[in-house]
């Protein structure tokens, strides 16, 4: 814990050297920082996206991120991911132990962050959206917090010395992500899934760089297709005769 106070002040300046981060919405932040128990749920481009987020939420009581086993490999960077309050989960493995260990800590008021889409999209693009960010919220009774993270690049991607936007979004309420019929569990998780992601869609779509605005108005245009143009020579296609009408059926699709 000594280790994570001092790592996180010198993150911190680190990362406002090399990247130029403006942080949205913090006030939404504050709001579940209450001693209130609450998931942070994020979109997912680049690796740095947790240590990003966490030196935004800068929180003296210790953040903790579910991160994939394989980032962990690497001795060095396994030491520093655990410092800033990483824990490894095996992904596909139904991992009990470790979600129990964390619905616990969040119960007890301890902020969690998940990446719903449970891996990177890499084209800053919004991914399917997974179902254990919904569990473990249900199960510690948290609210849960929508966060978009953008890169402003032409790709959508991380870069040095890149402008990166956090952007907190209202809070979806604890009530709202109890299953209160679980004879309709699949509906209910496909409703918050959806909430989360319109969510999520919304704080981009509200918080885009310009370069990336006006990418999105171009893809219309260019996808549209040319309209055919009239040829002198072009003829109307004559009429089958009575017989051959009398023989067309409907065609397989």
């Not at 493995?93 to 007890?108: A, S």
């Not at 693009?125 to 993270?149: C, E, H, N």
């Not at 549209?224 to 699709?253: F, R």
Request: net charge positive; with cysteine.
């Amino acid at each position: 814990m000594l280790l994570y106070w001092i790592l996180l002040p010198i993150v911190w300046v680190l990362a406002h050297i090399v990247f130029r981060i403006q942080v949205i919405g913090r006030e939404n932040l504050k709001a579940v920082r209450d001693g209130r128990a609450y998931v942070i749920a994020p979109n997912h481009i680049a690796n740095l996206d947790p240590v990003l987020i966490a030196i935004t939420v800068f929180d003296w009581k210790r953040l903790r991120i579910l991160a994939k086993e394989e980032l962990f490999k690497n001795p060095l960077a396994g030491w520093f991911l655990r410092c800033m309050g990483a824990i490894s989960i095996e992904r596909g493995k139904g991992d009990t132990v470790t979600l129990e260990k964390i619905t616990n800590e969040c119960k007890n008021g301890t902020g969690v962050m998940i990446f719903p889409e449970g891996t990177r999209t890499k084209t800053g693009k919004l991914g399917m959206i997974k179902s254990g960010a919904f569990v473990i919220a249900a199960a510690a009774g948290a609210d849960m917090l929508p966060v978009r993270i953008i890169y402003g690049t032409k790709d959508g991607r991380l870069h040095l010395f890149c402008k990166v936007r956090i952007v907190f979004g209202e809070a979806i309420p604890a009530a709202d992500l109890q299953i209160k019929d679980p004879s309709h569990k699949i509906a209910e998780l496909r409703r918050m899934k959806n909430r989360l992601k319109d969510e999520l869609e919304a704080l981009l779509k509200a918080n885009a760089f310009d370069v990336q605005q006006a990418e999105t108005a171009a893809a219309p245009a260019a996808e549209k297709p040319a309209e055919a143009k009239p040829t002198a020579t072009a003829q109307p296609a004559e009429m089958p005769s009575l017989p051959e009408a009398a023989d067309a059926g409907p065609q397989d699709a």
